[in-house]
């Protein structure tokens, strides 16, 4: 039976992408034992490199992963920050960008091109230049100038993205959903904050949540600026120390591969949970409809 977008594949092209499928997992297969080959071959597998971090009986174990933890907590303080600030001020600029009229929008929509197209490190980077060449004070807010350094490039990029994930799920709301709220005397304000806005956030929640995977990513971009000790920076000042950066940036990665995994899941669970309910209120209205 032919799909709706392609046909089904053959018997040939079946059997050409087993083929291909089995040669590249075997160059892979191959990459892979030539890299761990080397790796051995270079000692990076003997039990002093790992200890440090897997055995609890080494001197160095119980504080390298206090500085680990101090690290994530670090990172997880300036993920939560620049994804509350981006949530607020990217709403702002999507209902801006929604409500306003044609002229109206066009700073908006210049606002929001620019911090779109601008690399996170580059808005990092012009953040810590004009605070430190204008002389701005920011040591009033709690934390390091690093954190909010760091924090306000990500709000700057990610609110330009969550603005774009707003105007997104109110334009996939029905018509019908505005005019009705209009029709009964609500000023468009009201319709958008009572009634669209809303429900729009229930269908973007999955992707807001996916969005947190991204800035949580984004924090370790500093560690190359070295203005803020965040995870990666913290692993890589063990590793110097340790001279075991191979192992020390490996537990790093699996820390952000973890939680980024159980961040993904969640969406996942949400965005069935919002299907499922969904599918629950047209049922029940066709049910009530067919009853009347």
Not at 171 to 183: D, M
Not at 225 to 238: D, P, S, V
């Amino acid at each position: 039976m032919s799909n709706v977008l392609y046909d089904e594949p053959g018997p040939k092209a079946r059997r050409r992408a087993a083929i291909g499928t089995v040669v590249a997992a075997a160059i892979l297969l191959g990459f892979t034992g030539v890299a761990v080959w080397r790796l051995a071959d270079r000692g990076q597998f003997d039990a002093e490199l790992w200890s440090p971090l897997i055995n609890p009986s080494d001197e160095n174990f119980v504080l390298v992963w206090r500085l680990l933890a101090q690290g994530l907590q670090a990172t997880l303080t300036a993920a939560v920050l620049a994804i509350s600030l981006s949530l607020v001020i990217g709403t702002l600029l999507g209902v801006s960008r929604l409500m306003l009229g044609k002229v109206g929008r066009i700073p908006v929509v210049a606002v929001i091109e620019l911090f779109r197209g601008l690399p996170v490190i580059i808005s990092i980077f012009y953040v810590y230049i004009l605070v430190r060449s204008t002389g701005i004070d920011i040591s009033f807010l709690p934390g390091s100038d690093g954190l909010w350094f760091l924090v306000i490039g990500l709000t700057f990029y990610n609110s330009v993205i969550i603005a774009e994930i707003v105007r997104a799920g109110v334009n996939s709301l029905p018509r019908g959903q505005s005019e009705a709220a209009l029709a009964i005397g609500m000023t468009r304000w009201k319709s958008m904050k009572n009634v669209e806005l809303p429900q729009a956030f229930r269908t973007m929640l999955p992707a807001l949540i996916s969005q947190l995977v991204v800035v949580l990513k984004d924090t370790s971009l500093v560690a190359v600026l070295g203005l803020y000790t965040e995870l990666l920076r913290r692993g890589n000042l063990i590793s110097l120390n340790l001279d075991n950066p191979i192992q020390v940036l490996f537990v790093v990665g699996l820390i952000f591969i973890l939680i980024n995994y159980g961040l993904s899941k969640l969406a996942e669970f949400v965005e069935r949970r919002l299907s499922t309910r969904g599918q629950s209120s047209t049922v029940l209205v066709k049910t009530g409809d067919a009853v009347a």
